[in-house]
């Protein structure tokens, strides 16, 4: 089986409600060593560390090793992550990202003449940039609103995404899905608590 | 079992967010089931500040970066490492330093592509640096496969040529393969593509040039390349730092062939090649191919190096493969005919059409690569860090930026004195960016930074001009871009005169009697003034100021009837909407403003820091601040910038009197009536429930009670008042009575409304007397019924119909799909299907009625029903969030999707791919209209709506904005069409439909008759009538020639909710009665 199907695979595994899975919170499966895990975690921040590489000037297939070393870096200290209070586990990765980056840069200039580059590289100025807010985060969180898709009933998701995603009343919603406002807050809270585990923003274990 | 005690504010505050752990949530999830009290918290204010909810809300947007290659393999390796780590895989420059390969050490790892990794090795004897190529593993598995190579390999390395990379040596060592070639310094075309985005002509052409050199050589030799391609280019340079091509990989595409066959394109975790250079017949036939497909492929690479990406860039793999075989790519922007040519001869279809042979591109490309390419020590010594230095001379002085083609002289002007850019010629366009002229010349694809700096020696002003990229700098006093021997474009720097005062000119046409007192104009007069102003910053504005405003008694009355006490009271006087009075605003100082009518003022004059007025009939104003109103258009000048202000030319024109005013009633039969008067005066000053119109009618008074019209409406645009008087009776008699007034501008009509049981009562205030009413009642002709109307289950809320109407897809509110066959007048249900989703959001059906697109809420992707049995599916390709306005192209290749965020995209039929994309409707959280969309008859235009309230008008193919109409109230519901011929555009508002012009980005007129709110417009197929349904329970038919209503399509129970208009022109409805009918073509 190819690892991409292998991957695809892992989701369906894992998102079906017939299997409460131990593991729903990413920072626990990634301390358990859990293999689905640590693919649903390179799935998920995978094109975002890329993006944040590519954005910072990196050529394509220098982005893609440099992702490979931070997830090294990933693999390696993720069992001693802990989140600060005001921190989260994106933020983390962005550290580890933006020490990698610059590693990369500190070698280039120390390279000044390796094919594929004529320029002496300069580390960019925008590095420190907080990395919030781009369109690769937003579709980091898109990604994984697919994911968890599977977890939940159809009328559940309908309540979320127009409440929380399109902001529609909530009393319209409420009237379409035949549902009480309390119930829309109910999924909504569930919905949103799937999500930051996805996403391994579970903080409050 | 609940708690029955409320959670703490910050836990409820945790859960709306889903920031509590699992056993906690539920625990208050219990409660707040049943909790009207904690309801009404979580509805509470703050509710969404949330980061992620925020994050949720952002439009979804492409991230470009993570669609690339590199991106899906940097995940698919990440996701091997926690075993893989230590892998062969894995090989960094560390690993390689310790590596030798035969007789050759590698030094470091310096690419990886599909056919193995290249290091930079030394030969360990000689100790020259070369560079190696390690074939990957599985290239070679077969022994056949293997001599091939070899055998390849060695007719490589017997080509010895100055455009082709020397191939010395080609060995095995420890079961892997490899090559050893010269050593290089510099990088291959596409990066250098990447990093200096596209070429200028003269040196794409030499590069191309270089390479068909280097690839002749090949042929003669009888090998074909097979894989030509911007990476297989490889640039570097001689001695003297001219850059030199060198064409890479001979040899090796059968490598690829190779696998490709056994293993078929995507072997797990392959990198695959891309097919955006592939000749047509390689992809049809790859073994078969001669060289006439490197000249295809070396085409595709010219059009890389002019374009900076590929012919079919964007597209998938299987789309790019389709595309070689069948479409034209776009030229290259800014790309001379004979260049073209040459290109599209490189890059014919068939084989028989390219050129004979290499040798002949390079010599056609002579002449274009003419201009020796600059000398490389240029781009070397290109200082980066000059961007960062730039100058700030001027940076405070030009405050603006603005783009826009250059024609005719423009003057750009600073307290130093102007920039004049003189040119007829439509390809230049400027900016001003932070003092700096920024010229483009779209023709030549360069840019120019022009500057004025100060000689030091003798303080003289001098024009900088600067080539961004190509560190072209002079002084000089006069710049000139020639195209042949013409002068396309000059520009200089004029120096300020030594302080003149520039005098306030005047040209004022005062209409005084001789005692001085004002003349009153003819009431239908309009006065027309230009007023120039230049301010300090260098900012000219030429205005037309329209005065509209009746002018009556003396100037000084008026003057003095017109001092307010507050700004705000200026603003609400000067009533924008309407057309709006030409006034400039005189801030005296103290609070208060002194309105002007711009035609009467004689002077500006800038005294002191202050401003003096000097009016038409003497008067003199001083003040601080000038503010014109035009329009909408409302500005203020500060006095400390204004330079002078000029009353250019003072305009009073008298519209023609109107012809023969008429007034025409007419009732249908059995109360026939027809009047034709004479004139007639309406006189009455207070107007209401029960009172009468005091008509004067060809000598005779009419006073028609205001309490047998069942309804009376009066509305206003652009100087057209209209009255509408529904006379009683029901729908049987329904009709419009409209006295319509035709173009009085400057009639004074104010009202106000109210609803009292059930009636509209009006008080209409004229202080004027006109003629040219006329009176007409509309709408007699209602075309018949054809056919029977179908039954739904439910209210009918979606309809999409093919071109020829044969098949129309309904939506039921019990979310029931319907298709419906019409065969000219009878209904026949072919299914219907009972959708598992709460929500439809769009629907759409290609024109031919073969293929289906449904937007579901809450799902990412579109779905598609089988035209034949109704099964639903979800569709894979073309992921749209949250979309809702869906429609096909009139050719059905393509469609158009907008959602909720304002994202609009143009998508390929078959395969979602996006073609094009429309920004601009992208708005933040709030109430967010549907979207709509719709296309012209050719496909070249289209029409939207969507976040942001406005409507918008483009050009498809390349997704330029063509017009935009004024943002609308984000309250309304508005509906919208596109003209056929996409000139014309209809929008509804509450009751009425608005006719744009989308050339000139003005409203015509407007169709009123409806008695309560538009739910769609369409246009006839000819564009000559239009369809709008209404809440009314009716369709009206208009003709847009006359503005008048044509018809009533009276038949429906309830509001009708949805319509389409079939290619004969007959009209589809359906509505919350259940039913779907459809009309005859109107005549």
Known sequence: ?205 | MPTLTCPRADRLLAFRTGQLNRRDLEEVAAHVETCAVCVTVLEGEGADQDALVQELRQAPSRDEFAEETDCRRAVVQAAALPEGDDTADGRTPADAEATSLGKYQLLEKIGQGGMGAVFKAVHTLLKRTVAVKVLAPHRLTDPRAVTRFRREIEAAGRLDHPHIVRTSDADEADGQHFLVMEWLGGQDLYKYVCEQGPLSTARACDFIRQAALGLQCAHEHGMVHRDVKPSNLFRTTDAHGKPIIKVLDLGLALLHDNVDVEKGLTGAGQVMGTFDYIAPEQALESHAVDSRADIYSLGCTLYFLLAGKAPFHGRTEAQKLLAHQLETPPAPPGVSHEVLDVLNKMMAKSPAQRFGSMGDIAKRLERFAGVPSAPETVTKEMPRRRSRRRTILLAALVLFALTAAVFGVIRFTTPEGDYVIDTDDPDFAFSVRKGTIVLEDRNQKRTYNLKVIQKTDDGEWTLEVREPGNDLAMKTDAFTIKRGETVALKAWFERKQADVRIPLAAKPTPHVDPKGKEVPQPTNARSVVFLEITTKLGVQVRVEVVDYRLFEGTTNTYLRSLVSTAAADFWKEAEPHDGGPGRLGLDLGTGLYLLIPVRQVKTIEALDKQHVLTLADGTRQQGKLVTTAVGKDKRSWNLAEVKSATVLAQDFVTPAPTASPKMRLTIPAPHSLDLRLASYQVQSAGLGFGQKIKMTVNGETLTPDLSDFDKVSVSSSKGQWHIGLTPPGGKETAGNWEIRHPSSGFARWSLAGAMRNGWQVLIVYSNVSTTGFTLEKLGARVPPIVGTSAEHSDIVTHLACSRDGSKILTYTSDQVLWLWELDQATFKLAWKTKLQHPMLRGIALDPAGRVTLLALAGSSNLYQADLQTGEVSERRKGRHDGSSGLVFSPDGRRYLVADFYGGVSLRDALEGEVLRQFPGHTAGPGVRPAPQVCFSQDGERILTSGADHTVRLWNSTNAQELNKLPAFASTKKRFIALAPDGKHALVSQDSGVQIWDLTTGKSGASLHGHKDHVTAVAYGPDGAWAVSASQDKTLRIWDLGTGKELASLEGHADDVTCLAVTSDGRIVSASRDKTLRVWAAPK
């Open chain 1, 1 to 205: 089986m190819s690892t991409r199907n292998f991957v695809k695979d892992a989701f369906v595994i894992l998102g079906s409600e017939s299997h409460p899975s131990t593991s729903s919170s990413l920072l626990g499966g990634l301390r358990a060593h859990d293999r689905h895990a640590w693919n649903r975690l390179v799935e998920l921040y995978g094109p975002l560390i890329y993006s944040w590489c590519r954005g910072r000037g990196l050529q394509s297939a220098d982005a893609a090793d440099v992702v490979q070393e931070v997830f090294r870096s990933v693999a390696r200290g993720v069992q001693d992550f802990r989140p600060a209070p005001t921190g989260s586990f994106r933020g983390w990765l962005w550290t580890i990202a933006r020490n990698r980056i610059l590693d990369f840069f500190r070698r280039r200039q120390r390279e000044p003449n390796a094919l594929g580059g004529e320029r002496v590289a300069e580390i960019p100025e925008r590095l420190e940039d907080s990395e919030q807010g781009s369109s690769a985060a937003g579709n980091l969180v898109r990604r994984a609103l697919a994911m968890i898709r599977p977890d939940f009933s159809e009328t559940t998701w309908q309540a979320f995404w127009r409440v929380v995603m399109e902001d529609q009343p909530t009393k319209d919603v409420a009237r379409d899905l035949a549902m009480t406002v309390n119930a829309l807050y109910i999924a909504k809270s569930r919905i949103l608590r799937r999500l930051r585990e996805a996403l391994g923003e579970d903080c409050l274990e």
